[in-house]
């Protein structure tokens, strides 16, 4: 998908609750353009979707490319009856998609915990796996062996949450499925909650989209945002962060350097700035 149809499904998702920040929409056009560019075919998957925010993304990119896209979650329902009855949010997550597409013909939905998932459910022949289910460890270590099967020789398997300090087991599973399967899938890019890994045969052609300097600003915005590379698990890693002394925040970094500089001076000016806050929404 080119960046112009990366902003029209922004703005066609936008009423759709979820965690799928824009920033990591243009990260997944960035890979999957790459991908189409080079040659590389495959089916779609996603562990978790919940109402359909990144699901939607995933669909134009399976449907554009003539692909399928296998999806699974059990929506918050006992099982698959259930969810088909109306219970949980299945309804909202078809309807959110059947409003976007004539037909969904090319969708298939898995109503059940990821840990089920057979095979024949993900095809051996995923060139996207997104993983966005459970963020506990023992789950994200179990769908990455799941996304591992699945993503074929030139795919990428794309984790959310990774360093969300309010998610640790998402690391954990992480590290926990790198030291288990050692040299099955390797880290090759992370950025706005997402961390993308491909197999270590597959590098050469994900690292030459990062020859071009310029080449990932065709898609992410630049904003404050920097590029560097550092290794993960002994992989080369490219980064897209925040320098602290760029943050959007400045008053978090400032308070954050008073904090780390001088603690007791800080808690003052945290209070002055939460009365100021208090005073404010009060008038
Ligand atoms: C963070 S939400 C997904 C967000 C979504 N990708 C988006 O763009 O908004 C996590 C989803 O994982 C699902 N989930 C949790 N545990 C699961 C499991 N064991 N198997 C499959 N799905 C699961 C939840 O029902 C929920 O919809």
Known sequence: MSPQQIAEYLKQSRSIRGWFWPAAA??????????????????????????????????????????????????????????LAGGGFYPTFHSNLSDAFDSLDFLRVFIKPSNRLTPTDTTLDCRFFHIDGDHEAESVASDLAVAASAVNERGVVIVDDIYNFAWPGVAEGFFRFMTNQPGELSPIAMGFNKLVLCRPAARALYESLFDDAAAPWRFVPRGPTSLKTLDLCG??????????????????TTLTMLYQHAPRLSDRVSRLVRYHARAGAAS
């Not at 560019?37 to 978790?48: L, M, W």
């Not at 359909?52 to 979650?73: E, F, I, P, W, Y």
């Open 235 to 252: 992989w080369k890693t490219r980064v897209f962060h925040v320098p602290s002394y760029r943050s959007p925040d400045p008053l978090r």
């Open 26 to 83: 243009y990260l997944f056009g960035l890979i999957e353009d790459h991908q189409h560019r080079s040659g590389v075919a495959g089916d779609f998957f996603e562990i978790g979707a919940f109402h359909g925010k990144s699901t939607l993304l995933l669909a134009h990119m399976a449907r554009n490319r003539g692909q399928t896209l296998g999806v699974c979650d059990l929506f918050g329902a006992d099982d698959e009856a259930h969810a």
